[in-house]
């Protein structure tokens, strides 16, 4: 039988496949990321519950109504209320030297573009979209940018100039849910709510929580592409399928020929199809998951904000 010869779309089919399947499997990196991905969920209800109750200590409902009532009457002369879904928060504390200071925090309920790349990863990539754009083409004036930058905000509900029917705004949908009425104009920067220190750690400690959906998914993009660039290079040299067969036979990936419709520092390595599968093995066990989240359960943040 005539081995199949392979091209540059013949291995691009291939190193679809690979990627994929590193993708979908339980590493580490995949893991932080969907457990930073739960906690957020877990605490995001209770964390803008907190928000609320502690906005509405500095600004009752009953002055709320009374303002409401005053624009009723007088128009804008009668203040300002708005809908917001971002706060300023801020304590006192001791420096070092003994001097009071204070210290704020800008907790965002809304949906911020590099968050929702994170967040709706899955769903983007379901539209033929890549949440990795921001990763790949950081620092550089690639075109391939600007193009699929456009096209994942106006997915997400971004691109405010054009009109999206209600209900499949996602970014809508999302501030929606999280704004309430506030006294003031727009800027959130105008409103500081004083708390405590202890409310000041966890409302903080929130925050990492948002950021830390964003750094896990950006970390696990550079471990997907580690590999893949190891994949892409060792492909390359590979003139037939069963070659590249044969390396994904060794890392456990399914492979039929039904898939196909240059000098390197790694070259000795990345070439031999044995030697490129051990290469691309993770140092360590993928079995971690019990201890991640044991990890996780034993945080203080939920006995901090029950």
């Given at each position: 039988m005539k081995k199949i010869t392979l091209n540059a779309e013949k291995r691009n089919s291939i190193a679809n496949v690979i990627e994929t399947h590193f993708r979908n499997a339980n590493?580490?990196?995949?893991?932080?990321?969907?457990?930073?991905?739960?906690?957020?969920?877990d605490h995001k209800e209770k964390m803008h519950s907190l928000a609320y109750k502690i906005v509405r200590q500095h600004q009752p409902q009953e002055d709320i109504d009374t303002i409401k009532s005053m624009i009723s009457k007088y128009g804008d002369s009668g203040g300002q209320?708005?809908?917001?879904?971002?706060?300023?928060?801020?304590?006192?504390?001791?420096?070092?030297?003994?001097?009071?200071?204070?210290?704020?925090?800008?907790?965002?309920?809304?949906l911020r573009y590099n968050f929702a790349l994170s967040y709706f990863d899955d769903e983007l990539r379901e539209q033929g979209l890549d949440p990795d754009n921001e990763y790949k083409y950081k620092g550089t004036k690639n075109p391939h940018y600007h193009s699929m930058y456009d096209k994942n905000r106006k997915y997400l509900g971004m691109h405010h100039n054009e009109q999206i029917r209600k209900g499949e705004n996602i970014e809508d949908n999302w501030n929606?849910?999280?704004?309430?009425?506030?006294?003031?104009?727009?800027?959130?920067?105008?409103?500081?709510?004083?708390?405590?220190?202890?409310?000041?750690?966890?409302?903080?400690?929130?925050?990492?929580?948002?950021?830390?959906?964003?750094?896990?998914?950006?970390?696990?993009f550079d471990y997907i592409k580690d590999k893949m660039d190891k994949v892409r290079l060792g492909l390359k040299s590979y003139k037939y399928f069963d070659e590249a067969k044969e390396l994904c036979d060794k890392l456990g990936i399914a492979l039929n020929e039904s898939v196909l419709n240059t000098d390197s520092s790694l070259a000795l390595s990345i070439y031999n199809p044995s030697a490129l599968a051990s290469l691309l093995a993770d140092n360590e066990a993928e079995d971690n998951k019990a201890d991640i989240i044991a990890q996780f359960k034993s945080g203080k943040l939920n006995q901090a904000i029950n």
């Open positions: 590493s580490k990196l995949r893991i932080n990321w969907l457990l930073a991905k739960n906690k957020f969920n209320i708005y809908n917001d879904k971002c706060f300023y928060f801020e304590t006192n504390y001791v420096d070092d030297e003994g001097k009071t200071k204070t210290k704020d925090i800008h907790l965002d309920f809304g929606d849910k999280y704004k309430f009425e506030v006294i003031g104009s727009q800027y959130c920067g105008s409103r500081h709510f004083k708390v405590d220190s202890e409310t000041f750690e966890v409302l903080n400690q929130f925050q990492i929580m948002q950021e830390k959906v964003v750094s896990t998914h950006e970390q696990f």
